[in-house]
């Protein structure tokens, strides 16, 4: 299955190891210092030149890869489980 988290971006949901709220998650320290390490490393893609809303990150071939989105958590939820529904 796949994802289609905007700007043409889609990834698969078997890579998904977590949909994360932007403005709740970032409260924490560790979680700014994982963002800002991830960067650095170029392990970051953002989506859409809009106002960010959630990160998703991914398990990928190459490694960890982090989605910087301007759709919500819920929104990108309720994408994967219409997938899932859809598929069965």
Request: proline residues 2%; neutral net charge.
């Amino acid at each position: 299955m796949y994802l289609h988290l905007g700007s043409d971006t889609i990834i698969r949901t078997e890579e998904i190891v977590g949909i994360f709220d932007l403005d709740n998650s970032t409260v924490s320290l560790r979680t700014r210092e994982y963002l800002a390490r991830a960067e650095k490393q170029g392990k970051i893609v953002n989506v859409s030149s809009e106002l960010p809303k959630s990160f998703v990150i991914c398990r990928e071939r190459e490694g960890e890869r982090i989605y910087i989105c301007q759709l919500s958590p819920i929104t990108l939820m309720k994408r994967v489980l219409q997938n899932q529904l859809s598929a069965e």
